[in-house]
């Protein structure tokens, strides 16, 4: 297993670490959840420095290609659940999200069964990007209105930026419904 490999494979090890902190904050107060956030962005860039290391030194595998997608949306639908369970995040929000997620996970699996491996786009990109820096700034819970403003207006672009990947998803990958790869 390379380096982005095993990269990919912390960042899935490092989510259930991440949830002991973030709900253990409730009761054990606001440095466990300094202690999330840190866990958080620790995760979060070795999504960004697993696919640097893999393009850079030509690393790239079915595997990573497959697991590195799959590894953000752990990460990030953790995340999410734990607000809705915090009351921090509407439900139906998480849920579109999540959705959109098995949608793409599905049209992996049928691709993949096909021997067709299909890479994140660009759009996911931006999406998963916006919302692990929302995340980030939902974590410590600093209060007030101008940061509930922000976070909102933070998780409204994540929503939208959640349905145009998955509209760019479709029409790219079109040939995955059409039976045609």
């Known amino acids: ?21 973030f709900l253990g904050a409730e ?10 956030l840190a866990v958080f962005i620790a995760a979060s ?7 640097k290391i893999a393009r850079k ?3 790239i595998t079915n595997f990573g290609k497959f697991m590195d997608p799959l590894a953000d949306k752990l990460l990030v639908c953790t995340a999410l659940i734990c607000f809705v369970d915090l009351h921090r995040i509407p ?8 959705g959109r997620e098995f949608v793409i996970s599905g049209f992996r ?4 069964e096909a021997g067709k491996v299909i890479a994140a786009g660009i759009w996911g990109k931006y999406k998963t990007a916006v919302t692990m820096v929302t995340i980030c700034l939902m ?7 101008a940061i509930f403003v922000l976070e909102q207006i933070l998780i409204y672009i994540s929503l939208a930026l959640t349905v145009i990947s998955l509209l760019d998803y479709l029409i790219h990958n079109k040939s995955v419904l059409d039976g045609k790869m």
Do not use: E
């Not at 989510?15 to 902190?21: K, L, Y």
């Not at 009761?27 to 999330?36: N, P, T, V």
């Not at 699996?109 to 993949?112: G, I, N, R």
């Open 45 to 51: 860039l070795t999504d960004m420095l697993d696919g």
């Open 1 to 21: 297993m390379n380096l982005p490999n095993k990269l990919t494979v912390l960042r899935v090890i490092l989510v259930p670490v991440f949830v002991v902190f």
């Open 57 to 59: 030194y030509n690393l």
């Open 91 to 98: 439900t139906w929000i998480v849920l579109i999200i999540i």
């Open 27 to 36: 009761k054990f107060g606001q440095s466990w959840r300094y202690i999330a």
């Open 109 to 112: 699996l049928v691709a993949a």
């Open 139 to 145: 974590i410590p819970n600093f209060g007030g209105p």
